[in-house]
């Protein structure tokens, strides 16, 4: 099982980036998937969390990031995304994603914990200039 990230880069305050989530080894639908970002000397924060084999829409769970950030699912790329719109240097950090078969909808409605994953993909930096 391996996530690939990717889509990070350096960007203005005010403009977009789409992350992708590659995923292999396993079936989309079958998996819960989170992004989370970290910002050197603090902790791992949830951005997202997406089940798509629910019909889920997915959720953004902190008020700063909701109506900008949007993650979605496409089972036939077997990939996840994080739309990221009106980006601020406060969004500056890198973002991970990561996955987990067990995950219930209960946990995902409670900003899951960086523990509540199994498997990880490597980050992709996002930096956001003023």
């Known amino acids: 099982v391996q996530l690939q990230a990717s889509g990070g880069g350096l960007v203005q305050a005010g403009g977009s980036l789409r992350l992708s989530c590659a995923a292999s080894g396993l079936k989309l639908g079958n998996y819960a998937f989170a992004w989370f970002r970290q910002v050197p000397g603090k902790e791992r924060e949830v951005v997202s969390c997406i089940r798509s084999g629910d019909g889920d829409t997915g959720i953004v769970y902190a008020d700063s990031m909701e109506g900008r950030f949007t993650i979605s699912s496409d089972d036939a790329r077997n990939t996840v995304y994080l739309q990221m719109n009106r980006l601020t240097p406060e969004d500056t950090a890198v973002y991970y994603c990561?996955?987990?078969?067990?995950?219930?909808?209960?946990?995902?409605?409670?900003?899951?914990?960086?523990?509540?994953?199994?498997?990880w993909g490597q980050g992709t930096l996002v930096t956001v200039s003023s």
């Open positions: 990561t996955a987990d078969y067990t995950l219930s909808p209960q946990a995902m409605a409670r900003s899951p914990s960086p523990e509540a994953f199994d498997v």
